[in-house]
């Protein structure tokens, strides 16, 4: 079955450490995308991939990095400099012929104290 | 810059009842907008997507949004609630380069 795959469902961290959040897709899609959810905020683009080897910052992109090395995989890490990392984390993925139109992995709940 | 406008962040129906939940885009007409559905800790799923030309769309789950260009609306329907319904909704219009902007959601309860 072709999806796109968010590990794990739940992460803990302590205050300073950075994390990195898993998201691999085999729907063999061109973009890539990293949301935030906060309750009552929608969604809030993080970052963006159009093709391999190259992103965008979204609207929120300060204390975050990306890398996009593989057309499967868009890893988000979320550095010490995020100053509220605690939030619901989701990865969505675009074929190139359906334009705008967004499919979303499970998500990552990231907790950090 | 487009967005979207979701009145209501909850809403509250009773099981068998219509099921309303609004959406008003905020100038230009798109030329897509999109409702999806995010149940309790899980990701988004796509309801459905209007395309330029078509008044009323279907999408699953028994839904569908009519398209009023005169209200600058894009409002989700259903005619009878169920309570597997219950869930968040979120209007997402265009911007830019291939990125949507997401309203600010409705949480939807069927009261049994």
């Known amino acids: 079955d072709g999806g796109i795959t968010q590990s794990p469902k739940y992460l803990f961290r302590k205050e300073g450490q950075n994390v990195t959040l898993s998201c691999e897709q085999n729907?063999?899609?061109?973009?890539m995308y990293w949301y935030r959810q906060d309750p009552g905020q929608g969604l809030r683009l993080i970052y963006y991939?159009?093709?391999?080897?190259?992103?965008q910052k979204g609207d929120i992109a300060e204390g975050y990095s990306v890398s996009r090395e593989k057309k499967e995989s868009f890893p988000l890490t979320v550095t010490s400099a995020q100053k509220n990392p605690t939030a619901f984390y989701l990865c969505a993925s675009r074929n190139r012929d359906r334009a705008y139109e967004q499919y979303f992995g499970p998500g990552t709940r990231l907790t950090v104290t | 810059a487009q967005s979207v406008t979701q009145l209501g962040s909850h809403v509250s129906v009773s099981e068998g009842a219509l099921v309303l939940l609004r959406c008003n885009y905020s100038s230009s007409v798109p030329p897509y907008l999109f409702w999806y559905v995010q149940y309790p800790n899980q990701g988004l799923q796509l309801l459905l997507k209007y395309t330029t030309g078509a008044t009323l769309v279907k999408g699953i789950n028994g839904f569908e949004a009519e398209f009023k260009k005169s209200e600058t609306s894009f409002h989700l329907t259903k005619p009878s609630a169920h309570m597997s319904d219950a869930a968040e909704y979120f209007c997402a219009v265009p911007r830019g380069n291939e990125k949507l902007t997401f309203g600010t959601g409705t949480r939807l309860t069927i009261i049994p």
């Open positions: 991939s159009q093709i391999v080897n190259d992103f």
């Open positions: 729907l063999n899609h061109d973009a």
